[in-house]
C-alpha cells in the first residue's frame, strides 16, 4: 500500500514534465516571406512553427472569368475538385489522403479559386503528391460530373437568403464579370460539359495567374512547391474590367422575412480607403454584442424601434472594384421603414469617434482570430498576393488599421456616399421599397 | 514460317469459332453477348449514349428474331473483321478501378 502511494505521483510527475517538453518549447517570431518566381507565379510563406502545414494552391480562376455562355463553371470547377485525374482515381486520392491524415478542401470566391491542404509536417511530401495531381491533371469525366450533380442541387438548396441578397447585388451592381453568381443556376446543372471544363481551366489556370502560400513551412519549402507544381504555361487571357452601374435586383420568395444588401460603389483591394471603409463597415454595427442585449450600433440606431431584426454593415473589396453598404433582415411589414433607414444612412453616413474607435477593435479581432485559423490565412495572403503582389502579416494589417485616422474613414464614407445606390432582395418583399423610392 | 503458318491457322480457327457461336446471325456483336454484371453495367453507363442506343437495337432487333423463329438475311450478318470491341476497353477499366478498391479494402 504505501509503495503504491509512492510510485503513483512519482510517475504523473515524470509522464507530465515529459509531455509538456514534448511540445515545441522554442518560441519563434512568426515571420512572412514572399516571392516572385520566374514563370510569374506568386509563392509566399508564413512561418509560425505550428505542425500543421497549410498549403493554398490559388488561381484566378473565380466566377468573374466566366464567359457569358457558360456560366456557373467556376462552382463546377471547385466541386468537382478531387474527382478522378489522369494518374489516380477519386477513390485512391481520397483514401490516400484519409490515411495520413491530410485534407484538401476547394473553396472559392469571384476572383479566384483556392485549393487548400491541410497535413502534418511529415505527411507533407506524400499529400502534396495528391494535391498537384489534383490540379493539374484532372479529366472531368462525364459521368463524375453527373454523379456530382445532387451535390451542387444541395448546395444551392441549401443558400441562405442572406447570400442570394448578397448575390444578386451583385449582379445588379455589375451586371457582367463581377455580377457574375457565386454559385450555378439550377437550370444549369448538368448542362456544362466535360470540354467546356477543360477548356476554363486551360485558359484560366496558368503559372502567371497562381499564387502558392505555405503557412507552417518556411520560404524553400514553398518555392520547393511552385518548382514541383507543373502547370502548363499560356498566353495571358485579358480579363475584362468591371464597372459599377448600380441598379436593384429582387426576388420573391415568400416567408415572413425580407432579406436585403444594399450598397454603394467601395474601394479597390489594398488602397487606404478599402481599409477605411472596412473600419466602417465594423463601426456600422454587426448586431447586439451581447446575446439576447440592446443593439446600440449607429446602424440599429437609425433604424430605430421596429421589432426584432439584424443588420450588419458589410464591406468587400476586389481587384478594380468593391461594395461598401449593409446587410439586413427586417419582418416584411417593416421593411418599408427599415430600408428607407439604412438607405438615408449610407447616403449621408455620419459615425461618432467612439462607434469608429469599436469598428477598429472589432476589425482587429477579426482580422487575428481569422489568422489563427491556418486555413483561412493561407488563402487571405494568396489573395493579397494576387492583389497588391506582395503581403502583410496579420500584425501589420493590425498596425495599419490603428495608424487609419477619423479623417480618413469621413473621407472615404462620403466618396463612398456620393455613388448609387445598388441593391439585392431575397425573401417576402410584398412591402420593400424600389430603389428610386428610397 | 512456321509463325506465319500457326498464324493463318489460329485466324481461321478464330473465324471458325465465331461463326459456330451463331449470334453473328441475329446481327449482334460480340460486346452485346457480355453478361450484364455490375462492371458491365457501369461501363454502359460511361460510354456515349448513341452507341448504347445502338447496342440496344441490336438486341431488341436479335430477340424478335429469335422469337419468330428467323435469322437474318446472310448478307447482313456481323463479319468478325466489322466486329468491334465498343465495350470490352470500358469493362475492363470498371474492373480495374473495382480491383484496386478491393486491394485497398484489404490492405488497410
Known sequence: ?438 | MAFRTSAVALNNMKRWAYKMAGFNKYGLLRDDCLYETEDVTEALRRIPQNVVDERNFRIVRAIQLSMTKNILPKEEWTKLEEDVLYLTPTVEQVKKEREERENWEKNY
Open chain 1, 1 to 438: 500500500m504505501a509503495s503504491k502511494s509512492f510510485i503513483t505521483p512519482f510517475i504523473r510527475h515524470v509522464t507530465t514534465r515529459g509531455y509538456a517538453q514534448a511540445a515545441p518549447a522554442t518560441k519563434r517570431d512568426p515571420k512572412l516571406t514572399s516571392c516572385v518566381m520566374p514563370h510569374k507565379t506568386f509563392v509566399a510563406a508564413f512561418d509560425n512553427g505550428s505542425p500543421v502545414t497549410r498549403v493554398t494552391v490559388a488561381f484566378k480562376a473565380g466566377s468573374r472569368y466566366e464567359p457569358q455562355s457558360e456560366l456557373g463553371i467556376a462552382h463546377v470547377i471547385r466541386s468537382s475538385a478531387g474527382l478522378s485525374t489522369k494518374h489516380a482515381n477519386n477513390f485512391i486520392m481520397s483514401r490516400k489522403l484519409a490515411q495520413i491524415g491530410a485534407s484538401v478542401t476547394a473553396s472559392g470566391d469571384r476572383e479566384f479559386i483556392y485549393y487548400t491542404l491541410e497535413t502534418t509536417q511529415d505527411n507533407m511530401s506524400a499529400a502534396l503528391d495528391v494535391l498537384s495531381n489534383m490540379i493539374t491533371c484532372q479529366e472531368y469525366r462525364p459521368w463524375e460530373l453527373s454523379d456530382n450533380e445532387p451535390r451542387l442541387k444541395f448546395e444551392i438548396a441549401a443558400l441562405p437568403p442572406q447570400v442570394r441578397a448578397v448575390d444578386l447585388l451583385h449582379r445588379a451592381a455589375y451586371r457582367r464579370n463581377l455580377g457574375n453568381s457565386l454559385f450555378i443556376s439550377p437550370k444549369r446543372i448538368g448542362k456544362i460539359s466535360s470540354e467546356s471544363l477543360q477548356h476554363y481551366t486551360g485558359t484560366n489556370m496558368s503559372p502567371s495567374r497562381c499564387a502558392i502560400v505555405v503557412v507552417g513551412g518556411t520560404q524553400e519549402k514553398a518555392n520547393m512547391i511552385a518548382q514541383n507544381l507543373t502547370i502548363p504555361a499560356l498566353d495571358p487571357t485579358p480579363s475584362e474590367a468591371s464597372k459599377y452601374i448600380g441598379g436593384e435586383l429582387r426576388k420573391e420568395m415568400g416567408g415572413d422575412l425580407a432579406h436585403v444588401a444594399i450598397a454603394t460603389q467601395g474601394a479597390v483591394a489594398g488602397s487606404a480607403q478599402g481599409l477605411a471603409l472596412a473600419i466602417a463597415a465594423k463601426a456600422l454595427g454587426n448586431g447586439p454584442v451581447t446575446k439576447w442585449g440592446a443593439d446600440n450600433s449607429p446602424l440599429a440606431k437609425a433604424i430605430g424601434n421596429i421589432g426584432p431584426f439584424a443588420a450588419a454593415g458589410f464591406n468587400v473589396t476586389y481587384s478594380d472594384n468593391g461594395l461598401f453598404g449593409v446587410v439586413l433582415s427586417v419582418p416584411k411589414d417593416e421593411a418599408n421603414a427599415a430600408v428607407k433607414a439604412v438607405a438615408g444612412l449610407l447616403k449621408n453616413p455620419k459615425l461618432s469617434n467612439e462607434a469608429i474607435q469599436a469598428g477598429k477593435s472589432q476589425l482587429k479581432l477579426q482580422v487575428l482570430s481569422e489568422a489563427d485559423e491556418g486555413s483561412s490565412l493561407a488563402e487571405s495572403i494568396a489573395a493579397q498576393g494576387f492583389y497588391t503582389g506582395q503581403a502583410k502579416s496579420p500584425a501589420d494589417i493590425a498596425k495599419e488599421i490603428d495608424a487609419v485616422s477619423t479623417n480618413d474613414i469621413a473621407s472615404a464614407l462620403s466618396g463612398a456616399a456620393r455613388n448609387k445606390l445598388s441593391m439585392g432582395a431575397a425573401g417576402n418583399l410584398a412591402f420593400l421599397p424600389y430603389l428610386d423610392e428610397l
